[in-house]
Nanobody, 127 residues
Framework: QVQLVESGGGLVQAEGSLRLSCAASGRTFSSYVMGWFRQAPGKEREFVAAISWSGGSTYYRDSVKGRFTISRDNAKNTVYLQMNSLKPEDTAVYYC????????????????????WGQGTQVTVSS
């Protein structure tokens, strides 16, 4: 089990940038696939990005490709989401999640595949 704490959310103007961080407890962080999800009011939670155990593979939803970058530092037990060229439609609560099982590509998209979740951090993009 890992406990996850997100930080870095806030209010930003369109075309601005934010960097989210997710700090994980425990000594097995490097054995988890890590993901970022988001949920806007009245909408279902949706996949944003995921990164493999080693960081060698990354996956993104189409609408954030080229704008968002997921990365991890296993020595610091932290995963990041760098968000550039933000749009108002990116406004949501962003959640960090961890899964023990291997996944790749679309196999990483489903929230039910993740075992542990953070409390979320609000990202608001104004037009």
């Amino acid at each position: 089990q890992v406990q996850l704490v997100e930080s870095g959310g806030g209010l930003v103007q369109a075309e601005g940038s934010l960097r989210l961080s997710c700090a994980a407890s425990g000594r097995t962080f490097s054995s988890y696939v890590m993901g970022w999800f988001r949920q806007a009011p009245g909408k279902e939670r949706e996949f944003v990005a995921a990164i493999s155990w080693s960081g060698g593979s990354t996956y993104y939803r189409d609408s954030v490709k080229g704008r968002f970058t997921i990365s991890r530092d296993n020595a610091k037990n932290t995963v990041y989401l760098q968000m550039n060229s933000l749009k108002p439609e990116d406004t949501a609560v962003y959640y960090c999640a961890a899964r023990r099982d291997y996944c790749s590509g679309s196999g990483c998209y489903a929230p039910r595949g993740y075992n542990n979740w953070g409390q979320g951090t609000q990202v608001t993009v104004s037009s």
